[in-house]
């Protein structure tokens, strides 16, 4: 069984499409065209992480613990292509804002994790989390490959530097996160959820980082790497949560369960479990973390490896884990209830 995880912010059709806009300069549109090729060209090594992740926990080699706490650690690319890059000596007071900002945001990601869910780093066991940054010339996309992350300058007028995104950098740490967990595949219903769970903890972590409840947050994913001709021509987001269909994303989703179709890409067939998520979150009121959030980190964390799992079993999962972990608050069963409600599940 095979992962095959794209895991990268900006799905690859935007990206197409992107580079066929006879309205965009030439170079915006190679731009667009060469991440998208490169993107592809990735694929292999994200294949090959996925199943070594596999094997380590099936042995039980994942159970020794690396670190109290994880490390951070950031490599220069210097718009290369070459994995990792070169080291970034004292990243944390770095000149290069890039380096400072990916420092500080993988490290904040982590304090997420071990705050919020106590998990310690991405694999539970004290990973290092590796960052590169300056990668490739004008490279539109940020992206997990199985081992570190990887960033993308932006071509400055589409996307701009993608560690400006917390909600992105979040997003992407957290199909670690996935990987380590319930290993969700990358097609049909696990496709779509393990989009869904870079989403719901990507968004959870601006909101936590922002000390903002349900109420407050934009519940928007990618707003802060859209480039100015991106905004010009409308888009505001990647992908907004509370409302998939909004037109003025540059992907669009469905929003009901019944929408989704076999082949789907999983940047899209994630929007009904990312409008459930957000229902039931705004349904509760409060801080999304604090109860929605912690019974779908125990759904995503708790099952132990289910790559197939489908949505109608992970919605039912999630109503059984909130009974559980809350039998004397009713109203966050029934927030998690008119969430799935909401999309048809």
Not at 98 to 110: C, D, L, P, S, W
Not at 145 to 172: A, R, S, W
Not at 266 to 285: D, E, I, Q, R
Request: glycine share 10%.
């Amino acid at each position: 069984m095979r992962m095959t995880c794209t895991c990268h912010i900006v799905p690859k059709d935007v990206l197409e499409r992107l580079a066929g806009d006879k309205k965009l300069a030439p170079e915006l549109r190679k731009a667009a065209r060469d991440t998208a090729r490169l993107s592809d060209g990735l694929r292999a090594l994200r294949d090959q992480a996925g199943m070594l992740t596999q094997i380590a926990q099936q042995t039980g080699a994942h159970l020794v613990e690396l670190a109290k706490t994880p490390k951070v650690t950031v490599y220069d690319c210097k718009q290369s292509q070459t994995l990792p890059g070169a080291p970034v000596l004292g990243a944390k007071t770095s000149k290069d804002m890039t380096a400072k900002r990916g420092f500080a945001e993988t490290t904040a990601v982590a304090k997420f994790y071990r705050t919020v869910f106590g998990r310690n780093s991405i694999d539970d066991a004290g990973m290092t989390l590796m960052s590169s940054i300056h990668f490739g010339k004008h490279y539109n996309n940020a992206m997990w490959n199985g081992t570190q992350m990887v960033y993308g300058d932006g071509d400055g007028k589409l996307f701009i530097d993608f560690t400006q995104g917390d909600d992105v950098v979040g997003h992407e740490l957290t199909h670690g996160v996935t990987q380590h967990s319930l290993q969700l595949a990358y097609s049909g219903d696990a496709g779509g959820l393990n989009e869904s769970m870079s989403d719901c903890f990507g968004s959870m972590f601006r909101q936590w980082r922002a000390k903002q409840d349900v109420t407050a947050a934009d519940w928007l994913i990618g707003a802060d790497i859209m480039g100015p001709t991106a905004r010009g021509k409308g888009f505001k987001a990647l992908r907004n949560m509370a409302k998939p269909d909004d037109k003025a994303a540059l992907a669009p989703q469905p929003t009901k369960y019944s929408q989704v179709t076999a082949g789907m890409d999983p940047h899209y067939s994630s929007g009904p479990p990312n409008l459930a998520f957000c229902t039931a979150c705004v349904t509760l009121g409060g801080k999304s973390w604090e109860k929605i959030g912690q019974v779908w980190y125990a759904a995503l964390t708790t099952s132990g490896a289910h790559p197939h799992m489908t949505m109608p079993q992970f919605a039912a999962r999630t109503r059984q884990l909130a009974a559980q972990k809350y039998p004397g608050q009713a109203v966050v069963a029934a927030a998690i209830d008119a969430g799935w409600k909401k999309v048809g599940l």
